[in-house]
């Protein structure tokens, strides 16, 4: 018998969206999905790398008191299991060198940035050189909008994607980076993974509301270079269902199932072509 996919979903600290996460890794055919609080890593009673995906979804991470998912990245990488030397961000190190995949979505997306999982140039998971910061707007944003992906990028998620419509809501979701230089080798290493676009264009655009928070290069996600990792501001776990969309009695719909869920199957798909 084949091993089955197994996916972990984090919360706790302010994580409000597991619930939607799991249920689109269920959806896109995981047989084992877990949420589990951080707090059971910590005391290892459950270890990430007994899984293939790691899921950390949105939220609040303690309560963005020091800045969008700041407070969590410092005990992602200074946190030890009990009893042990292993700080939690080695064990998510040994998770990546062991081929899994990582898809952070809106304050995951944060976390990874601000841990430096993302965008992992050079194999380097650890050096934090972008970050997401608040919106141009200066309030928060909870709207539709519209991305295109690159198909171009190794992102193992936007596999077979062209546009894809998903809410986003968020008050710091501007993507930045530490210098020109490093926006450019994303550009040109095809890791802008997703972004946001004109909806009559189709163009890749700065205009409010279109690009909801002013992304440099209309950024919504990037991958690392292996594709396994992604990290987005839009939540594809919240359109899993045709009747999550705002228009849903307004619109002909292809399938029952929204379209975020696609990139949960793009995941479960490459976990069973790659690992298992």
């Known amino acids: 018998m084949a091993s089955h996919v197994k996916a972990i979903v984090t919360t706790g ?8 996460m799991a249920h689109a890794c269920k959806v896109a055919g995981a047989e ?8 059971d890593i910590l005391d290892g009673s459950v270890r ?3 899984y293939h995906f790691l899921n950390l979804p949105g939220g609040f991470l ?21 009893g042990t030397k292993e700080r939690l961000m080695d064990q998510i190190l ?30 380097n998971y650890e050096n ?19 991305c295109r992906t ?14 894809i419509e998903m809410p986003v809501r968020h008050g710091e979701g501007k993507f930045v980076g530490l210098n020109n230089e ?6 040109k290493e095809n890791l802008i993974a997703v972004q946001y676009i004109d909806p009559v264009s189709k163009e890749p655009t700065q205009d409010y509301p279109m690009n909801p928070n002013g992304s440099v290069l209309s950024i919504a996600g990037i991958c690392d270079p292996t594709g396994r990792l992604m990290g987005l501001m839009p939540h594809p776990e919240a359109y899993h269902h045709f009747t999550n969309h705002p228009q849903w009695t307004r619109k002909m719909f292809d399938s029952e199932e929204g379209a975020g869920i696609a990139l949960f199957r793009n995941a479960v798909r490459y976990i069973r072509d790659h690992i298992i």
């Open 13 to 20: 600290y302010g994580t409000n969206c597991e619930m939607e």
């Open 32 to 39: 084992q999905v877990d949420i589990v609080h951080l707090s």
């Open 48 to 50: 990430i790398t007994d």
């Open 62 to 82: 303690d309560g963005d008191n020091l800045g969008a998912a700041q407070a969590g990245a410092h005990r992602l990488r200074h946190a030890l299991i009990a």
């Open 94 to 123: 040994d998770f990546v060198q062991n081929g899994g995949l990582i898809l952070g979505v809106c304050n995951g997306f944060q976390l990874m940035v601000k841990t430096g999982l993302l965008p992992g140039l050079g194999g």
């Open 128 to 146: 934090r050189v972008v970050s997401l910061t608040h919106n141009d707007s200066g309030r928060f944003e909870d709207r539709w909008i519209i």
């Open 150 to 163: 690159n198909p171009s990028s190794p992102c193992v998620y936007t596999k077979g994607i062209d546009t």
């Open 182 to 187: 490093i926006i450019d080798t994303l550009d």
